[in-house]
């Protein structure tokens, strides 16, 4: 695992970004797993933005969401399908057909689990799945407890994620369904890559749980540790918590894939503000 912390929101999500984009275009049909939730929202705008440019290209790209309501049918307005197709499917030219979310509005739910599975399986896995966590430590809807070992199943959701997700149902955690089907704990573990986006205060303390804690199922993002790949990217208000901040800046000033972003972001082809050249005054 490694961390890298940005000075903020905007900055942390132009990172991830910048990892996405780069991964599509080494591999347009990539298999990319992706996450629904606030954090997310400047990301997607990033994706959407960098595509009107030309700078980036869906159409051979294949999509698996992390989970869905259970109760909603695809159509909802509150369902994750909808999020994706606001926030990101809409405005690139991806082809619907490549873009998957379990549906929550299956009559057989064990069925629609294993389907997803298997479809997964048949794209030859994830190449590289973005994560957001929440206040209650999961990745995907895995709230505490949940095996590490887990597979897409249903879920029942905790207190803390009825009030993290609120907000989505006008500030009342009653109208947050009460259940979920979500990918395991196991499925996330076996993408080839993980990228975590984690910003804002209320999320310092389940970040430095889950990085620098230890590995329980009590904290489901605490098992990225024992992924071969993951970077998890936070914001300043994110790291709050975390005890070995210098050592993780020291790992973005060292690592190559950095110094390449960081160069990238030197010369504008990044979002977010690169370096202004000083005008010589005559
Ligand atoms: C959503 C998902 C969740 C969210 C997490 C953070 O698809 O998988 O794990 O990433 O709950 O949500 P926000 O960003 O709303 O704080």
Redesign the pocket.
């Known amino acids: 695992m490694e961390v890298i912390v940005r000075p903020s929101a905007d900055e942390a999500a132009s990172l991830v970004a910048w990892v996405i984009a780069k991964e599509l275009r080494a591999r347009p049909q990539l298999v990319l797993g992706?996450?629904?939730?606030?954090?997310?929202e400047h990301l997607y705008g990033e994706l959407v933005r960098l595509h009107r440019e030309g700078q980036l290209d869906f159409s051979l790209c294949r999509t698996f969401?992390?989970?869905e309501y259970i109760g909603f049918s695809p159509s909802d307005p509150h369902s994750?399908r909808q999020y994706m197709e606001n926030q990101l499917f809409r405005h690139v030219n991806i082809d619907p057909r490549n873009t998957h979310l379990p549906d929550g509005s299956s009559k057989d739910i064990k069925t629609e689990c294993q389907h997803y599975e298997d479809m997964i399986r048949d794209c030859g896995g994830i190449d590289l799945q973005l994560?957001?966590?929440?206040?209650a430590g999961?990745?995907?809807?895995n709230e505490p407890l949940s095996a590490l070992r887990s597979r897409t199943r249903d879920k029942a959701l905790t207190p803390a994620?009825f009030e993290?997700?609120a907000?989505m149902f006008g500030g009342n955690p009653d109208k947050v369904p009460r259940r979920a089907i979500?990918m395991g704990v196991g499925t996330i573990l076996e993408s080839h890559r993980c990228i975590v986006l984690?910003t804002g205060s209320q999320?310092a303390e389940i970040v430095a749980k889950a990085v620098e804690g230890p590995i329980t199922s009590m904290v489901t993002a605490s098992a990225l540790q024992l992924h071969a790949h993951c970077t998890v990217v936070v914001d300043e208000a994110a790291a709050a918590e975390l005890q070995c901040k210098d050592y993780y800046r020291w790992i973005f000033e060292n690592e190559p894939e950095w110094t390449e972003y960081r160069e990238e972001r030197e010369k504008g082809v990044v979002a977010g503000k690169a370096k202004k050249k000083r005008s010589r005054r005559v």
């Open positions: 992706l996450a629904t939730g606030r954090t997310m969401n992390l989970d994750y994560l957001g966590i929440g206040t999961h990745i995907g809807f994620t993290q997700n907000v979500t984690a999320k």
